[in-house]
């Protein structure tokens, strides 16, 4: 294992120096021979010339700025420095990142990249490379992007509001950034915080010359549409603002506003800002564009004081109409000061210098205001939502140190953080290291070097320091100023080595005249700055009017009124707002806190030349950087330090896997166990020493290939994991399988066995059914035998029982055929013998008669012959007679025994016995009859006589003439079938009738024009015939039975009768009547009878099948046949001009 490690670590050593050694110069600065300045401004130059603008000194990089793009940023570079080990490939800040989100991700260690170097160093760009390297190699997906894309997106936004053009850059951050990105244990991006640090406001009214304002106000003049800058009541032109023409420097050529205004647009909606917020930050941002046009001027009152007004009112409608405020509020918040005492409010006329003093502190307020809330709803936006444990890796990106003609209070808090990083290099990599290996009791020799310490405590200590100093001038009463400030310093710290002042006791600068009176100077780290201390005060106070503050918490836009909440009367609060210094002493503290607590990755950035030039390098400009940096130091100690260290048990836990004695366990304690890796492994001695807690590894490579070996150590143990894992899982998944087999198997061979069963017992059955059947059948056959033959017995016993029967039947009958035989003998015997016996006896009767006869004879004979004497004459006759009398008699009395009944309808009669007698019979019958008929009549009361006087009358009227009669013998007549007493329809027939009614009925009138019906009452009195309505009542006609000329009716069965009119009745006559009566027997007879009563002669009664009627003057012959079928009981009138044919 040993042997193999040691040229498996050889391998990679070489690979590693090969791949450093092929960059151009060293690529670590560590293995730079010799070190001196010169060499390594040499290698720095060297690789500048070749476009290697990055150089380590162990993990830390330098990065040189390039001034022109360089295409080492592709995806493909991305892809190369992803997941590979720091000194695997030429340096890169890929290299950086790469190795702090590793570290982040697998080591579980929170990361900081502190970013350093002064004003257009790179350190902005550096900050968005290492953002968009852990951008792309985190994973990918729609939720992690969209985090990637508003964490990335946060950039244009901040630097369009907080970096401006400055003579040492284009693009100068005026703000300190620090932010927090979190990540999810996997490494995913979930959110982030940014932390901003004092924007430098003072820009926004003032810039040096050459300077330009914040990006914004020229990105929205460039790229707003003419619609949005006439809505936000902007020009175009930048030269119409006072605060954009200040500075007198023209635009960055390769700079396109109207594209950036755009991208920042662009970026706020991605972060997520709405359309009405942009739209109201950009409102704010035109605000103070037309603020800062504002001047003011005295104008005297009639008092006789000044009173300071708005030169102009161009511009206030404008920002007022803006702000949603009134012209005259605004203008006075921005010309006068209320000052509250004792419950009474003063309010004093500002003179023009405070008008514009206020107008500049309003605008720097409103816009760092905005700033402020930027970044606070930038961060609203990519916080973090799940409350998950996170890892943070922090990206500082701080102004740059910086040094101008003019250095004011802005540059002075710029230094002091870059002082304060300064620190913490220097406390970690070189004063931390050293006093690690005093303290781990490895052999060192000290490394000297600048510890700037005494720079930050000048400044920042709590009693004495110039912040410090300048909280208290702030705070205390009586009469303070910028000057009363210096001269505290001059007492306080002229003393200190670092501070510098003409008025100081320091007697080297009382005559210095680069010092000015009102200046003092301190000794940076990075080089001697002049600050001048007017407006030091002020900026410290941050203090702004109430009048103005109220004034904007009046004004109606949401945004301002929100960023101005001290504004609100309910809020007032006479407690002062903390001093900027202090505001800054705490952010930064909290800073240093933060950045120490997480594991530091440095890069320091070097500013080539101070042109902004591509390929100018510029050796005393970088050799003051680099000593600045303390970059020698730095890598002196790196090269007499140990570039790793770490405790002996985590350092085992690592790597105890190189090596068989360790791995799996060690047993015996952390120090031991490492050494015996180490020598395992075949590393040398030299590589590395043992600390008192920690190892300490000398060379990075040799890390590089103990992480390499263990890399490659833990791709064995994952393929023996795999592979034992596999195994496990193989057989995990025979055992399963096998055991599913048997189950199959078993649940197979159930199905089998009960299939096989179920096929058995189904063939079983099947012989069983056979079987069975067959045996059913036999059965059956038997049976079926049993039953033919016992049918057969039965047929046979049938029969035989028949012929028994049939035996006895016939001997029965034979015995009764010979019976009756016997009977009928007898009878016949009988019959002969009673015949005879008969025939004797009427042999005797007739005999005895012949004896009779005979004897009669002979005595009629002898009487004869006796008295033949006497009576032969009329002997003859006189017996003819008698006999004849003698039958008559006989036949009277016997036709007296057997008459009829005495009914007249009873048609029986006895026969007559002789022919002779057939007259007299005949006429008996007839007399008799009469004479039944005479005695039923007599019976007759009158009322009964009248009855049968009209059926007599009807009778002799249609007896055989009419096919109805018949049918109507056996009805009575009933005469009053309407019964118009009581129908109170009929009422009024009822008024009008006198007469007794002799018949009434309801009777169809045939229309003389179409033969159509018509329904009517007809009513018959003596006299006359009355046809009325027989809905209302109302008589239609009313006919005089004098006037009936005849009537006419068919044979048929039919009810129809025609009323002929004499033909000399009144006008008026519309001739005669076709009317339907069902009694028409009844109504004719009635009529005939009334008219006969009358004493007329009766009209003559006609019976034909064809009789003519006069219809209004027209001869119309009504012809009556039999219909086939008939339609109801009443016959159909059909009238064809002349003819009115009837069918019955
Ligand atoms: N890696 C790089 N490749 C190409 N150009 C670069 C690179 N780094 C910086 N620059 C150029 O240098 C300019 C200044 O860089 P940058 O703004 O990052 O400086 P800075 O250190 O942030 O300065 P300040 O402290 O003023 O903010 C950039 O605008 C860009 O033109
Ligand atoms: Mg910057």
């Not at 590393?683 to 600390?691: C, H, L, P, R």
């Not at 009738?993 to 018509?1014: C, H, M, T, W």
Request: charge should be positive; aromatic fraction near 10%; charged fraction near 25%.
């Amino acid at each position: 294992m040993g042997s193999t490690s040691r040229s498996h670590g050889s391998r990679l050593e070489q690979k590693a120096s090969a791949l450093l050694d092929s960059a151009v110069g060293v690529g670590d600065m560590v293995l730079l021979e010799p070190l001196t300045e010169e060499t390594f401004i040499h290698n720095l130059r060297q690789r500048f010339e070749h476009d290697n603008v990055y150089t380590y000194i162990g993990s830390v990089v330098i990065s040189l700025n390039p001034y022109k793009p360089l295409p080492i940023y592709s995806p493909q570079n991305v892809e190369e420095y992803r997941n590979r080990n720091f000194y695997e490939l030429t340096p890169h800040i890929f290299a950086t990142a790469d190795e702090a989100y590793r570290s982040l991700r697998d080591q579980d260690r929170d990361q900081c990249i502190l970013i350093t170097g002064e004003s257009g160093a790179g350190k902005t760009e550096a900050s968005k490379l290492v953002m968009s390297y852990v951008a792309a190699v985190c994973s990918k997906g729609a939720e992690v992007n969209q985090v990637k894309e508003q964490l990335l997106q946060s950039n244009p936004v901040l630097e369009a509001f907080g970096n401006a053009k400055t003579i040492r850059n284009n693009n100068s951050s005026r703000f300190g950034k620090y932010m927090d990105i979190e990540f999810d244990f996997k490494g995913d991006p979930l959110g982030g915080v940014i932390t901003n640090y004092v924007l430098e406001k003072s820009r926004v009214v003032n810039q040096a010359r050459g300077e330009h304002n914040f990006h914004i106000f020229y990105q929205l003049l460039a790229g707003g549409s003419n619609s949005l800058l006439a809505e936000l009541q902007l020009d175009r032109e930048t030269s119409a603002y006072a605060f954009l023409r200040q500075g007198q420097g023209t635009r960055v050529e390769s700079v396109d506003d109207a594209k950036n205004f755009h991208v920042t647009q662009r970026a706020m909606e991605v972060i997520g800002f709405s359309t009405t917020e942009v739209r109201s930050v950009l409102e704010l941002v035109a605000m103070v564009l037309n603020l800062g046009n504002f001047t003011f001027r005295d104008v005297s009152r009639t008092n006789g004081m000044d009173e300071c007004r708005l030169t102009s009112t161009k511009g206030l409608q404008e920002v007022c109409s803006l702000l949603g405020l009134n012209e005259d509020v605004l203008e006075k918040a921005l010309t006068s000061r209320t000052v509250e005492a004792k419950m009474e409010k003063v309010c004093t006329t500002l003179h023009v210098a405070q008008a514009h003093y206020a107008r500049d502190a309003l605008c720097k307020n409103l816009y760092s205001r905005l700033f402020t809330w930027l970044v606070g709803r930038i961060n609203e936006s990519i916080k973090v939502k799940s409350k998950l444990r996170k890892k943070v890796m922090g990206v500082l990106d701080i102004y740059g140190f910086e040094i101008f003609e003019e250095n004011s209070f802005e540059q002075f808090i710029i230094n002091y953080c870059n002082e304060k990083l300064q620190q913490v290099f220097i406390e970690l990599t070189l004063k931390e290291e050293q006093e690690e290996y005093v303290r781990e009791a490895v052999k060192w020799i000290h490394i000297d070097y600048f510890n700037n310490a005494v720079i930050c405590e000048l400044i920042e200590n709590p009693q004495t320091g110039i912040l410090a100093m300048l909280d208290e001038e702030c705070l205390r009463p009586g009469a303070v100023s910028d000057t009363t400030f210096l001269e505290k310093l001059n007492a306080v710290c002229s003393g200190h080595p670092h501070f510098e002042s003409r008025m100081g006791r320091d007697a080297r600068f009382l005559n210095d005249t680069s010092l000015p009176r009102d200046s003092f100077r301190i000794q940076h780290y990075a080089g001697r700055v002049t600050y001048r201390v007017e407006g030091f005060m002020d900026k410290n106070n941050n203090l702004l009017y109430r009048d103005i503050t109220q004034a904007m918490w009046a004004a109606s836009h949401p945004l301002v009124r929100s960023i101005f909440p001290e504004g609100c009367p309910q809020r007032v609060s006479f407690k002062r707002p903390p001093t900027a210094a202090s505001q800054l002493k705490t952010s930064v503290a909290w800073l240093m806190r933060n950045l120490l607590a997480k594991n530091p990755n440095y890069i320091r950035c070097i500013k080539p030349n101070d042109k902004q030039a591509k390929e100018v390098f510029q050796e005393q400009l970088v050799l003051h950087q680099v000593r600045y940096l303390g970059l020698l130091e730095n890598v002196r100690v790196r090269r007499a330090g140990f570039a790793f260290r770490q405790q002996y048990g985590p350092c085992l836990q690592r790597y105890k896997m190189l090596c068989p004695l360790t791995w799996p366990h060690w047993d015996g304690e952390p120090r031991a166990g490492v050494a015996v890796l180490l020598t395992e492994l075949g590393i040398s001695k030299e590589e590395y020493a043992f600390g008192v807690s920690k190892i300490f590894i000398k060379n990075p490579r040799t890390l590089f290939y103990l992480e390499q070996a263990r890399k490659q150590r833990m791709q064995e143990l994952a393929t023996l994991i795999q592979k034992t894992f596999r195994g496990w899982a193989t057989k995990r998944h025979f055992q399963c399988m096998r055991h599913s087999q048997v189950v199959i198997a078993r649940f197979f061979k159930g199905y089998y066995r009960r299939k096989q069963y179920q096929e058995t017992r189904a063939a079983i059955l099947l012989l069983q059914s056979c079987l069975r059947g067959w045996k059913a059948r036999k059965l059956l056959k038997d049976l079926k035998l049993q039953k033919l033959q016992h049918e057969a017995a039965t047929i046979i016993s049938a029969h035989w029982r028949g012929y028994q029967a049939r035996k006895l039947l016939k001997n029965m009958k034979l015995q009764k055929r010979r019976h009756k035989a016997s009977t009928v003998i007898s009878a016949y015997w009988r019959g002969y013998q009673a015949r005879e016996e008969l025939r004797r006896l009427k042999e005797e009767e007739r005999r005895r008669r012949a004896v009779a006869v005979i004897w009669a004879y002979w005595r009629g004979m002898k009487v004869r012959q006796e008295y033949r004497k006497y009576f032969r004459a009329n002997a003859g006759k006189t017996i003819y007679d008698f006999v004849i009398i003698s039958i008559t008699r006989r036949y009277l009395l016997r036709l007296r025994d057997n008459l009829p009944s005495s009914s007249p309808i009873e048609r029986k009669w006895s026969a007559y016995p002789y022919l002779f007698l057939e007259e007299a019979h005949l006429q008996l019958k007839n007399l008799h009859h009469l004479w039944r008929c005479k005695v039923l009549r007599a019976t007759f009361d009158d009322g009964r006589k009248a009855i049968y006087d009209e059926k007599l009358c009807a009778s002799e009227l249609f007896y055989n003439k009419k096919a109805l009669y018949p049918l109507t013998v056996s009805q009575p007549f009933q005469g009053d079938y309407v019964d118009i007493n009581n129908n109170p329809k009929l009422s009024k027939l009822f008024d009008l009738l006198q007469e007794p009614r002799l018949f009434s009925d309801v009777v169809y009138k045939i229309n003389r024009a179409n033969g159509k019906r018509s329904t009517r009452v007809a009513v018959l009195t003596a006299k006359q015939l009355i046809l009325a309505d027989s809905k209302s009542g109302q008589v239609k006609t009313q006919l005089s039975l004098s006037d009936v000329g005849g009537l006419s009716l068919s044979p048929l069965s039919d009810g129809l009768i025609g009323v002929h009119i004499k033909e000399n009745i009144a006008a008026g006559w519309k001739g005669d009547f076709l009317i339907n009566c069902n009694h028409v027997i009844e109504l004719v007879t009635k009529m005939h009878r009334a008219i006969q009563a009358s004493g007329d002669q009766p009209p003559p009664l006609q019976l034909a099948n064809e009789f003519p009627v006069q219809f209004g003057g027209e001869e119309v012959v009504v012809r009556f046949h039999q219909a086939t079928q008939r339609n109801g009981t009443l016959p159909a009138c059909r009238k064809k001009s002349q003819l009115l044919e009837v069918s019955v």
